[in-house]
């Protein structure tokens, strides 16, 4: 059963900085690209960040381009997002996701709250 794991997220002053991490497993996870997702209530579902299997291509959204950056770690199977100059509008819940077996898989999320 693949599974998902998000942490790393919290209340941070406008400005600054967040890692999220995302725990993956029951999957070959270096094989599939892995994507950061973050919504608010309300709001639609946003892709933020993308990143190939092997780490050698990434994407992002307009949003998060220039600020934020897409890892990961194929020896723990770990996907990770560095938010760097958070502004107030990051705030949102931010979810893991892969496409495997022709499912697109969820983490739970975690929480980013950017406020002074």
């Known amino acids: 059963q693949i599974r998902l794991v998000e942490s790393g997220g919290g209340l941070v002053q406008p400005g600054g900085s967040l890692r999220l991490s995302c725990a993956a497993s029951g999957l070959n996870f270096r094989l599939y690209e892995m994507n950061w997702y973050r919504q608010a209530p309300g709001k639609e579902r946003e892709l933020v960040a993308s990143?190939?299997?092997?780490?050698?291509?990434?994407n992002f959204s307009d949003s998060a381009k220039d600020r934020f950056t897409i890892s990961r770690d194929n020896v723990r199977n770990m996907l990770y997002l560095q938010m760097n100059n958070l502004k107030p509008e990051d705030t949102d819940i931010y979810s893991c996701?892969?496409?495997?077996?022709?499912?697109?898989?969820w983490g739970r999320g975690t929480q980013v709250t950017v406020s002074a």
């Open positions: 996701n892969v496409k495997a077996r022709g499912l697109m898989f």
């Open positions: 990143i190939s299997g092997a780490g050698e291509i990434t």
